[in-house]
């Protein structure tokens, strides 16, 4: 496995952790960074050992989002800050779509402040949790920039348009219970259950039907952009395909047997 400097990336019992670690610049996504979490997530969607990925941050915060110190270095020496934002983007976009894409369930696991594109991936991943006391801020325009990291196409679909525009205008710190109301956290643990909280849903998903999950996400995400007729045949394609699977053999003897089903 690589060796990484601004990530820890551990895989046990199914389960692959990337956890963002520059705690002393809040993980804020600098260049190399992105590079990390780019090949982390290649891993993956390769490694079949690999079942479920939670993506978190190392305390106090889950991710600030961009690197402003090193965009202003960039701009300071250079004069140009759109070379440096398009080379981040690239890779930022590059690391969310394997992340959408990737045929297993992806779950952030927010422990502390998710702001910019921090945020912005947490509204990417398929399911998100968070602490007690977490906050979620978009925080671009504070800098002068528009949102990127997907936001402006999943935050809409999530909130409404009406929202979403004041969530980027006015910045405001939505606490991790507002954000359960609105749909853009699955579930909020306390501090002391936290950790807790994130192994026992990633290890429950890692013993799930992993190909019905992958064809499930996949389903899902059509979902936002198909008619309703076009997107029931890609529904009765999915179940026929998934029927030729052997979790579908393995789900059904279980029932007929009383049993729970061993996907794994």
């Known amino acids: 496995m690589a060796e990484y400097e601004n990530i820890v990336f551990e895989v046990k019992e199914g389960v692959a952790r ?28 390769n490694d079949r050992g690999i079942r479920a990925v939670v993506i978190t ?3 106090p915060a889950f991710c600030a989002g961009g690197d402003v110190k090193e965009m202003h270095q960039h701009l300071e020496e250079t004069g140009r800050g759109d070379l440096y934002l398009r080379e981040l983007a690239l890779h930022l976009h590059s690391f969310i779509a394997e992340l959408v894409r990737m045929p297993k369930p992806v779950m952030a696991a927010v422990n502390g402040m998710a702001a910019g594109a921090g945020f912005s991936l947490s509204l990417a991943c398929d399911l998100t949790v968070a ?28 909130v409404g348009p009406k929202k979403a525009m004041e969530i980027v205008y006015l910045n405001e710190p939505i606490s991790a219970e507002e954000g359960l109301r609105l749909g853009i956290v699955n579930r909020v ?14 290890m429950r998903l890692a013993r799930g039907p992993m190909d019905a999950y992958g064809r499930s996400k996949g389903l899902i995400r059509q979902g936002l952009m198909e008619t309703l007729e076009s997107q029931m ?10 029927a030729l699977c052997g979790e579908f053999k393995e789900g059904v003897t279980a029932f007929v047997e009383k049993r729970k089903p061993d996907f794994v």
């Open 18 to 45: 990337i956890r963002m670690n520059r705690p002393e610049d809040f993980n804020a996504l600098n260049l190399a960074m992105m590079r990390e979490l780019g090949q982390a997530a290649t891993v993956c969607t």
């Open 57 to 59: 941050g190392t305390d």
């Open 131 to 158: 602490v007690e006391g977490a906050k979620f801020v978009m925080a671009y325009t504070n800098i002068g920039l528009v949102p990127d990291g997907s936001s402006t196409y999943y935050l809409s679909r999530l």
């Open 189 to 202: 643990f306390d501090r002391e259950q936290f950790e807790k909280g994130v192994s026992d849903m990633a």
């Open 233 to 242: 045949e890609n529904e009765r394609q999915g179940i026929a395909q998934s």
